[in-house]
């Protein structure tokens, strides 16, 4: 390829791409990458350089590539890295770079390559490896029959629309001939031959896509619950009896146009609100893995990659840096560092040797470690947690929705008025009675109350969408919106409310030093350390320019050389081991950021202590706005980590909240005690975005990951907030609640026309012809509500470019 | 007007063609990704070349 240099930190996918990025800089405009960057965190295309051997094993390929025919399979990929136009041509050409390959066709949205493949030419591992070459890493492990199951499920829903709409459309150019007919005259031959045609039509839409209605009331009706289709049935039954009757006794109205029309509009609103549920669903799922799904085995002096399901304790495994550990297990030799954040939301690095236990779903930061495993699968402390989210999970009851639970009274409603119009037209008008009884059934089918809610939901996901606010369901908007006032909404800090990697949050120099280039001359320097403390000064060494040289790396500092100055960096003993005099505002400087709960580091430049910087997880600068708006709002607002208390009650105390409100040093299943204690009094609202959270998040009423989360918390929440930051939590709740607002709005004008137009059908005031006219002008008024209000508003920024 | 005898079926037949006609691209899966294809319409057809195959994908970065 050429084009990815693993040295550098800037990686193109193409040359024009480089071409362009050399000619923004020409012209003075680099600012624009740390725009984009924040706008759409697009990583480096770093290739992986795994061998991706677990591929080829046999029990992987039964479960996840099926056979197409002999010795031909297909798999699904989910791919890192893929964003614009030039991924899908160069994805697509796979069977070009790699023989063997039949198709690949990649689905943008989903980030999923469909790979067909001829296996007795080439493995899966080789096609995995192609891929990650080019720098797309290439993830597997999805349930591909799951999926297919529901693209079929889908493709049926839309064929059911289809035939809806071409026979609703029929059944009106037939109704307006009708009406015509009515108002000028027709002869009887050919009302007839329109009305016949109009109820065939009608009953193939009524029996075929109108099916799921009635299954849906029949279940409703078995499980004894309460469900829109059981009313919406109740009509659609109602008016198909008497208009077939009506048809066949050539007198009266046929109702079909109104049906057929019912059952389209009813059905494209449940297939968008399922499809952009899904689609954020989807979305959420296709993110990364939390633990490896192989592992490097180690026999002797080789190592061989395994599936992480074959390995048994006793086994030595080596785990590189970057990569995460496969099962617990105790170091056998090494030394490095590991980021236990996802079990323990401690942000800061911890470090390792021979003896200490490691634990899966912990990141190898520094160097290559050998362990030697104690447990593996759901025996670790990974697998407990995430059998203790499943629980939490399992927990959790179902919602009905707002037009469900009205649904229950309309049912009994409806009939219950029909039969005593039909017990009191009897004695006035028996030959009416049976008419006045079946319109009022019809105008009581409530198309309107069907309508309100997937639409409103619908335009207020896709909405939420845009916004890059990711909401799995409609109930969880009206969950939101009934509590936004009176619940508690506990915060994670790690990631949430902190940044999770580590910063330069204090700086402080020696009086009277007038060194302008310091810190760039520091960043430097750092850069070419792996230590994670040196992370934090790295930002600033992507504008430096400064030759740095390395000259010795230890455990607790670093020295080097920067354009001929001799540069110390590192911890307290690190320094005070080189340098005797050490002046008085450092130390103080040190007890200073000890108790603000940051890491001091000293920089001691030629010979003497320049200036100390206080490293530490710095706070997101929208999280103290964000918190007060809560509490403005009369939410009670908690932070819950698993970080030390003094450092939870420092940012508590930079947040404003009280010292009772900082839960630190918190065990998951402490969090999830706290949640459930809280849940009895109330709504409760849990924030987060590791492992450690999700057990929360699910025990939760409402789980929120955020940003970067872990794959565990986002699939045990409800909503994914797309953007970094915490902001996006008040565009959360305030777009619920008005989504709420218009939901209850529709349902009151349904309600009312419903309420209005059975009025003058138990009067006999209205005819059906009438009541057939009325009945759309409810659904169109409904539409029209939901499609025009505001309810999320689309992201502060532009939408990125490509 | 007897021509509505004449009309009306054949209109059926046409609306019965288009149906059908959506329900067979339906299954055949064309609605199912409404995004990427937008993308690939941009890419032009070219002429395969032949091509060396690389010797070891894994290590060509």
Sequence with gaps: ?802 | MSVIYLLLPLAFALGIAAVWAFVRATRAGQFDDLETPAHRILHDDEQDQPRTPPENPGSAV
């Design chain 1, 1 to 802: 390829m050429g084009l990815v240099d693993p040295a550098a930190t800037e990686q193109f996918c193409c040359r024009g791409c480089r071409a362009v990025r050399a000619a923004i800089e020409a012209c003075g405009l680099g600012s624009y990458y740390r725009m984009k960057a924040a706008e759409d965190a697009l990583g480096p295309a770093n290739p992986s350089g795994r061998a991706f051997a677990d591929l080829d094993e046999e029990a992987f390929l039964d479960r996840h590539a099926p056979k197409v025919s002999e010795g031909v399979r297909w798999t699904e990929l989910y791919l890192e890295g893929v964003h614009c136009s030039a991924c899908v041509w160069l994805l697509e050409k796979l069977p070009r770079v790699a023989e063997g390959v039949i198709e690949a066709r990649l689905d943008l949205r989903r980030a999923t390559l469909h790979v067909t493949w001829d296996e007795r030419v080439i493995a899966l591992s080789a096609i995995a490896r192609t891929l990650d070459s080019f720098g797309y890493t290439p993830h597997t492990g999805r349930d591909v029959e799951a999926h297919a199951a529901r693209q079929r499920e889908d493709r049926r829903f839309l064929v059911r629309i289809g035939v809806a709409g071409a026979g609703a459309g029929n059944v009106m150019l037939l109704a307006f001939a009708l009406y015509g007919g009515f108002l000028h005259g027709m002869e009887g031959e050919y009302t007839r031959l329109f009305r016949w045609t109009s109820m065939v039509i009608g009953l193939v839409v009524l029996l075929w896509p109108g099916s799921l209605f009635f299954r849906g009331a029949w279940a409703a009706l078995r499980t004894r619950s309460a469900h829109l289709d059981l009313p919406i049935s109740i009509g659609l039954a109602a008016g198909a009896v008497a208009g077939t009757i009506n048809t066949i006794l050539d007198r009266g109205e046929i109702y079909f146009d109104s049906l057929t029309g019912l059952v389209f509009f009813l059905l494209v609103g449940r297939f968008v609100q399922h499809r952009l549920e899904r689609r954020a669903a989807d979305s959420v799922e296709t993110l990364f893995t939390l633990t490896p799904n192989f592992a490097r085995l180690r026999e002797g002096d080789s190592v061989r990659e395994v599936p992480v399901e074959s390995l048994a304790p006793g086994q030595i495994v080596e785990v590189r840096p970057g990569e995460s550990f496969p099962a617990d297990g105790a170091v056998v030799s090494g030394d490095s560092s590991v980021n236990l954040s996802l079990l323990t939301g401690e942000s800061r690095p911890i470090p390792v040797s021979a003896g200490d236990l490691a634990f899966s779903g912990a990141v190898n930061m520094s160097r290559v470690v050998l362990v030697t495993i104690t447990a593996t699968g759901r025996a670790t402390r990974v697998g407990k947690l995430l059998a203790l989210i499943e629980e939490c999970s399992r927990r959790k009851a179902p919602v009905v929705q707002l037009a469900d639970r009205l649904a229950g009274w309309f049912t009994v409603g409806a009939i219950g008025v029909s039969v005593l119009t039909l017990a009191a037209w009897l004695f006035l008008d028996a030959h009416r009675a049976v008419d006045h009884a079946v319109s009022l059934l019809i105008v009581s089918c409530p198309c309107g109350l069907g309508l309100a809610t997937p639409f409103a939901v619908s335009v207020a996901l896709g909405r939420a969408a845009r916004a890059r606010i990711l909401i799995k369901g409609g109930e969880i908007l009206e969950k939101l919106a009934a509590a936004s006032s009176t619940g508690v909404l506990f915060l994670d800090k790690t990631g949430t409310l902190t940044e999770d990697r580590l910063s330069v949050v204090e700086w402080r120099e020696a009086p009277a030093l007038a060194m302008p280039y310091l810190r760039a001359w520091v960043a430097a320097l750092e850069s070419q350390s792996a230590h994670p403390i040196a992370q934090a000064f790295a930002p600033e060494a992507a504008t430096t320019q400064h030759q740095a040289v390395l000259t010795g790396a230890h455990d607790s500092g670093i020295e080097g050389t920067v354009d001929g100055h001799v540069l110390l960096i590192g911890a307290d003993r690190f320094v005070r081991a080189r340098i005797e005099d050490i002046p008085d505002w450092v130390n103080k400087a040190r007890d200073q950021f000890t108790s603000d709960q940051l890491t001091p580091v000293f920089i001691a430049l030629n010979g003497q202590v320049a200036a100390v910087a206080g490293v530490g997880g710095k706070i997101r600068p929208d999280a103290k706005e964000t918190v007060a708006e809560f509490q403005r709002r009369g939410l009670r607002v908690e932070i819950l980590s698993g970080d030390e208390p003094a450092t939870v009650l420092a940012v508590g105390h930079a947040l404003g909240l009280a010292p009772e409100h900082c839960h630190g040093g918190l065990a998951p299943e402490d969090k999830v005690r706290i949640v459930e204690r809280a849940k009895q009094a109330g709504p409760v609202f849990m924030v987060g975005d590791g492992v450690n959270d999700a057990a929360a998040l699910a025990a939760a009423t409402v789980g929120i990951a955020v940003h970067g989360g872990a794959e565990a918390s986002l699939s045990a929440s409800d909503v994914y907030l797309g953007r970094p930051g915490v902001a996006a939590l008040i565009d959360l709740f305030a777009g619920a609640t008005r989504t709420l607002t218009v939901i209850r709005r529709c349902l009151m004008v349904s309600l009312s026309y419903n309420l209005v137009a059975a009025a003058l059908a138990v009067t006999g005031v209205v005819n059906a012809l009438q009541a057939a006219i009325l009945m759309p002008l409810a659904s169109f008024t409904v539409l029209g509500m939901a499609l025009w209000m505001r309810t999320f508003a689309p992201a502060s920024k532009a939408a990125p470019c490509p």
